[in-house]
């Protein structure tokens, strides 16, 4: 972690500005990947269609700062209005989809999320004001008065930071709290819950929404990252990429998520300097942690030193 | 305290619960006996909510429940065991408990406070324990807990969502007589603070606690009585126990 | 309204169904009776478009590339099972998504591998290449034609197969009661193996008829995947029955939304708002479709019995 803070500062160093940027990029999907965790990994909730938070995220900076600069409304241009509706819209969101495909279970609901993350990519790319397919650059960031530049990427690196450890902190406390241990619960045993009397549907759903919002917060944070929406932030394959974050660093586990989006982005980066088709190795590799990993890279960590203390 | 009026459920073409009618007094430990195969695991699971029967009432505090919410019938006092052992295995036996009182403690809508430091949970919790005589496995995983302690564990989380009716569906299932003999005194203790309805097959179990008992022959009540008068009924040895001794 | 664009949108939205079905119909089956979300259905899909596309052009003969074209997808799919899929069936659901989005990932990149990134045409022989009277003149494309017929003998068959054959009675079986077939001695693994095969051709034959109306593409399998996915959850998962009827239901809304949505939005509205609105709402409308029949049936409209 102190690790991760010092970033931009050696980056700066050693005069390779990409590093800030490519670790600020994992920051922001460390949020991202933390959100689905709660739901995921802790409530056994296989969401996949998270992806639509970080799209409406994304989609509320772009299309603020776009009428910000084409039409002067400089209030549009702010960040805490970024932030607040962003918050909004992401609840809303989630009610509406958490709503219709928690009455569902399974495979249902893996494929009822994966539809409607769909159904809101279709919006995306049929919304022609705003670049429809395309999509739409940002000719600013978001605006916080005068006391952060999100224009100056170290700035944004910090703040990427700043929101990781608060996001850490309160997942930290919500899985521990009434609330979360009783999403814990209904994630081993959902009958028995509703037999002790817990009306699981309506803690579920609220999870549902928490998890949406934290995601939208970490898409208003790419948006301004990427300096550039577009309905590909939202496509399914993003979801996937979130899942296999969450899988990857060891579900249901505090910082499984941060090891999980960690280790993707540098598989991605190692990978594509083998060869321009790395997907044709990361494929399988996941074929594989699917047949015999288990608990992820925390797993294969906790496994290895219960060998070691053995060998001991 | 519950009323079952008519009570009828079948599964494809067989009858499980055939026109199904009786009553449960308050304060009462009331039996419910017969062979394999009666329907008494289908009639505590429409009790508690699990299924819906396809016709008939059923009457709790005068208030009918038959298509009333698993959740919502816990909330008004009505609690069950489990005939397969059904609790959080990766939990300690003290959170398990800790769990159905929070249950019944107000919202859970509390995403703060560290649940497992909070003492009006844990304290209540660690009552039910003792009743239960599992205080001293209290922060042992429910996981390394004998089976008979499960059961145990079982008995102490239903209590802790203070019900008015626990269903108890064959608690000394699968025990020995050491075992089967330490419940049947953790439930005399019961007797008098809350109504029972005890599902058994142990015979000995059935006679030496309940205060009357049904006997569910085919999913219908055959005889509803006080105990003597069922050990001496002709129909009740012919359909039942006289099936027993030639199982035994 | 046009009653020939009408016509015309309603034959679009049948072949469209069509399509779909002959996709749902082998991923429906493998859920009901493998327990197994396949997300890599669609890339099966996709190679049988690209694999009609080259025996086409190999033999010059788009009936010679058809003939070659489902064996190679129904021995690939087998193929494909006893690799990896055979070790999933136990897994969590999870796991299967992990599984078969990496499958997907690796064919997609397979095929750019071996076809490279840009898309491929295929050609089809005279007869299907014109137009056929339907009624009063109206003419209608032959080999849209061809597909729907092709779809409906392949609805027949299958209802054949599985409604006739001892096969047939194995997969019904294994969709209600999954014990069962194995209380019942059959080899599990060559039955498994066998499905997932057929499922497999019928992606493939999908693909194949897919091939000259769309563009044979790299990522063509994801988006008809997912529509596909809706057919079945809207059907009821593991109901072929519920997947034919929730397939045409889709083809249709999909289809006639899409061409008449905006004259009809131009009843309540501006046309230029009915103009801009219309072509988001028509590929929404699927979904809202879904999401109403699963707010008021949530296991779909045919759930299989037992299931």
Same mark, same amino acid.
Request: charged content about 15%; aromatic content about 10%; proline content about 3%.
């Given at each position: 972690?102190?690790g ?17 940027v490519?670790f600020?990029r994992?920051l922001i999907?460390?949020?991202g990947?933390i ?6 990994g802790?409530g056994?909730?296989?969401?996949f ?8 995220g994304?989609?509320v900076v772009?299309?603020?700062t776009f ?5 002067g409304?400089?209030?549009? &241009? ?12 992401s609840?809303l $969101?989630? +009610?509406?989809i958490g709503s219709i495909s928690?009455r569902?279970?399974g495979?249902y609901?893996?494929?009822i999320t994966?539809?409607f993350?769909?159904m809101f990519?279709?919006?995306?790319v049929?919304n022609?004001n705003?670049?429809?397919d395309?999509g739409?650059?940002?000719? $600013?960031r978001?605006k916080?008065y005068?006391?952060l530049d ?5 700035s944004?690196y910090?703040?990427?930071? $700043?929101?990781l450890?608060v996001?850490l902190?309160f997942?930290h406390r919500?899985?521990n709290s ?5 999403i814990?619960?209904?994630k081993?045993n959902e009958?028995?819950m509703?037999n002790i009397?817990f ?7 609220v999870a549902?929404?928490?998890a949406g919002v934290i ?7 790419s948006a301004n990252?990427?300096?550039f929406?577009?309905p ?5 394959t ?5 899942i296999i974050m ?5 579900? &249901? $586990?505090?910082?499984?998520?941060v090891?999980g ?7 991605e980066e190692?990978l594509?300097g ?6 044709i190795?990361?494929g399988?590799?996941?074929v594989?942690?699917?047949i015999f990993g288990?608990? &992820?890279i925390?797993?294969i +960590?906790?496994?290895?030193?219960k060998w070691w203390?053995i060998?001991? | 305290?519950l009323?079952?009026?008519?009570l009828?459920?079948?599964f494809?073409?067989? *009858? ?5 009618s009786f009553?449960?007094k308050e304060g009462?430990?009331?039996g419910?006996i017969g062979p394999?195969?009666a329907?008494k695991?289908t009639?505590?699971?429409?009790l508690?909510?699990?299924?819906k029967p396809?016709?008939g009432t059923?009457?709790?505090?005068e208030i009918n429940?038959?298509c ?8 008004i006092?009505?609690a ?10 990766d939990l300690t036996?003290?959170d398990?408990?800790?769990l159905?009182v929070?249950?019944?403690?107000g919202?859970s809508f509390?995403?703060?406070k ?7 949970l844990?304290?209540?919790a660690?009552e039910y324990l003792k009743?239960?005589g599992?205080e001293?496995?209290?922060d042992f995983l429910?996981?390394?807990l004998?089976h008979?302690?499960?059961?145990q564990?079982e008995?102490?989380?239903?209590l802790?969502t ?11 299932a699968?025990?020995?007589?050491k075992?089967?003999?330490?419940m049947?005194?953790? *439930?005399k203790?019961?007797k008098g603070k809350?109504t029972?309805?005890?599902i058994?097959h ?5 006679f030496? *606690?309940?205060?009357?008992i049904?006997v *569910?022959?085919?999913g219908?009540?055959i ?10 009924n002709?129909e009740v040895?012919v359909?039942?126990l006289?099936?027993?001794n030639?199982?035994? | 309204?046009n009653?020939i664009?009408?016509?015309?949108q /309603?034959?679009? =939205? ?8 002959l996709?749902?119909?082998?991923l429906?089956?493998i #859920? ?10 669609g890339s099966?899909?996709m ?7 080259t025996f086409t052009n190999?033999?010059?003969s788009? #009936? ?5 074209t489902l064996p190679?997808c129904m021995v690939l =799919?087998?193929l494909l099972?006893? /690799?990896a899929?055979r070790?999933i069936?136990?897994?969590?659901h ?11 990932l #690796?064919f997609?990149?397979?095929v750019?591998l071996l076809?490279? @990134?840009i898309g491929l045409?295929i050609q089809? @022989?005279?007869i299907l290449n014109g137009s056929?009277e339907?009624?009063?003149g109206i003419?209608y @494309? ?7 017929? %092709?779809g409906i003998i392949?609805a027949?068959l299958l209802?054949?197969l ?10 019904r %079986?294994?969709?209600?009661?999954r014990?069962?077939i194995s ?5 599990i693994?060559?039955l498994?193996?066998?499905? #997932?095969?057929?499922g497999?051709?019928? %992606?493939?034959?999908?693909?194949? !008829?897919a %091939?000259p109306i !769309?563009?044979v593409?790299? =990522?063509?399998?994801e988006e008809i995947?997912i ?11 593991g ?9 045409l239901l889709?083809?249709f809304i999909d289809?006639?939304g899409?061409s008449f949505?905006p004259d009809?939005?131009?009843f309540f509205?501006?046309n230029d708002?009915a103009d801009?609105?219309a072509?988001a709402?028509?590929?929404m ?9 699963l707010a008021?049936? @949530?296991?779909?409209?045919f759930?299989p019995?037992?299931?």
């Amino acid at each position: 972690m102190l690790g991760l803070a010092a970033v931009p500062l050696i980056a700066d160093v050693i005069d390779e500005p990409f590093y800030t940027v490519m670790f600020s990029r994992m920051l922001i999907l460390s949020i991202g990947a933390i959100s689905l965790n709660l739901i995921l990994g802790f409530g056994g909730m296989v969401s996949f269609g998270h992806a639509v938070y970080m799209g409406i995220g994304s989609y509320v900076v772009g299309i603020g700062t776009f009428h910000a600069i084409e039409d002067g409304i400089s209030w549009m &241009g702010n960040g805490l209005i970024h932030l607040t509706i962003a918050v909004v819209f992401s609840a809303l $969101t989630a +009610l509406f989809i958490g709503s219709i495909s928690l009455r569902t279970r399974g495979v249902y609901f893996i494929m009822i999320t994966l539809a409607f993350a769909q159904m809101f990519y279709f919006i995306a790319v049929g919304n022609d004001n705003y670049g429809g397919d395309d999509g739409l650059s940002l000719y $600013t960031r978001s605006k916080f008065y005068n006391i952060l530049d999100l224009s100056n990427d170290n700035s944004l690196y910090y703040l990427n930071f $700043t929101l990781l450890i608060v996001f850490l902190y309160f997942s930290h406390r919500l899985i521990n709290s009434r609330f979360g241990i009783l999403i814990r619960g209904a994630k081993s045993n959902e009958k028995r819950m509703e037999n002790i009397g817990f009306p699981v549907y309506r803690y579920r759903l609220v999870a549902f929404v928490i998890a949406g919002v934290i995601c939208g917060i970490a898409g208003v944070l790419s948006a301004n990252q990427t300096d550039f929406v577009s309905p590909a932030v939202m496509h399914w394959t993003r979801s996937g990429d979130l899942i296999i974050m969450v899988v990857l660093g060891g579900m &249901g $586990t505090l910082f499984g998520p941060v090891i999980g989006a960690v280790a993707f982005l540098f598989l991605e980066e190692f990978l594509s300097g083998i060869t321009e088709f790395w997907q044709i190795i990361f494929g399988p590799m996941l074929v594989l942690i699917a047949i015999f990993g288990n608990g &992820g890279i925390d797993g294969i +960590l906790v496994r290895l030193d219960k060998w070691w203390q053995i060998k001991k | 305290m519950l009323i079952v009026d008519s009570l009828v459920k079948s599964f494809g073409g067989l *009858l499980a619960i055939d026109n199904l009618s009786f009553q449960v007094k308050e304060g009462i430990i009331h039996g419910v006996i017969g062979p394999n195969g009666a329907g008494k695991t289908t009639l505590i699971n429409q009790l508690s909510g699990e299924i819906k029967p396809d016709s008939g009432t059923i009457l709790f505090d005068e208030i009918n429940i038959t298509c009333m919410n698993v959740h919502l019938r816990s909330a008004i006092g009505l609690a069950r065991s489990f005939q397969i052992t059904n609790i959080f295995l990766d939990l300690t036996a003290h959170d398990n408990v800790a769990l159905a009182v929070q249950a019944h403690a107000g919202h859970s809508f509390k995403f703060w406070k560290d649940a497992r430091k909070d003492h009006k949970l844990r304290i209540h919790a660690l009552e039910y324990l003792k009743q239960v005589g599992l205080e001293k496995r209290a922060d042992f995983l429910a996981g390394q807990l004998s089976h008979g302690e499960h059961r145990q564990l079982e008995i102490a989380m239903a209590l802790a969502t203070r019900p008015k009716l626990l269903l108890l569906d064959e608690p000394t299932a699968g025990m020995g007589p050491k075992e089967s003999s330490a419940m049947v005194e953790i *439930l005399k203790k019961l007797k008098g603070k809350l109504t029972i309805l005890l599902i058994e097959h142990d015979m000995d179990v059935v006679f030496s *606690l309940a205060d009357k008992i049904t006997v *569910l022959v085919n999913g219908r009540n055959i005889i509803t009585d006080k105990p003597e008068a069922i050990r001496n009924n002709h129909e009740v040895k012919v359909a039942y126990l006289g099936e027993e001794n030639i199982d035994a | 309204m046009n009653w020939i664009l009408l016509l015309e949108q /309603i034959m679009n =939205g049948l072949q469209l169904g069509v399509l779909l079905f002959l996709l749902a119909a082998g991923l429906t089956l493998i #859920f009901g009776i493998m327990d197994l979300i396949n997300l890599a259905h669609g890339s099966l899909y996709m190679l049988g478009a690209y694999l009609a596309a080259t025996f086409t052009n190999w033999t010059e003969s788009f #009936f010679v590339g058809l003939l070659l074209t489902l064996p190679a997808c129904m021995v690939l =799919g087998m193929l494909l099972e006893i /690799i990896a899929i055979r070790n999933i069936y136990t897994r969590s659901h999870l796991d299967q998504v992990l599984a078969t989005f990496g499958l997907i990932l #690796f064919f997609n990149e397979f095929v750019r591998l071996l076809w490279g @990134p840009i898309g491929l045409d295929i050609q089809l @022989p005279e007869i299907l290449n014109g137009s056929v009277e339907l009624i009063f003149g109206i003419r209608y @494309p032959a080999f849209r034609l061809a597909i729907i017929a %092709a779809g409906i003998i392949v609805a027949i068959l299958l209802y054949l197969l599985v409604s006739h054959t001892k096969l047939g009675m194995l997969i019904r %079986a294994g969709a209600s009661n999954r014990q069962m077939i194995s209380a019942l001695g059959v080899n599990i693994n060559l039955l498994y193996t066998i499905v #997932f095969g057929l499922g497999a051709a019928l %992606a493939g034959l999908a693909g194949l !008829m897919a %091939a000259p109306i !769309m563009t044979v593409e790299i =990522g063509m399998g994801e988006e008809i995947l997912i529509l596909t996915l809706v057919v079945i959850v809207i059907g009821g998962v593991g109901s072929i029955r519920g997947a034919f009827l929730a397939a045409l239901l889709v083809g249709f809304i999909d289809t006639v939304g899409r061409s008449f949505l905006p004259d009809i939005l131009g009843f309540f509205v501006t046309n230029d708002v009915a103009d801009t609105a219309a072509p988001a709402i028509s590929s929404m409308l699927t979904y809202v479709l879904m999401a109403l029949i699963l707010a008021i049936r @949530p296991q779909g409209l045919f759930p299989p019995k037992g299931v």
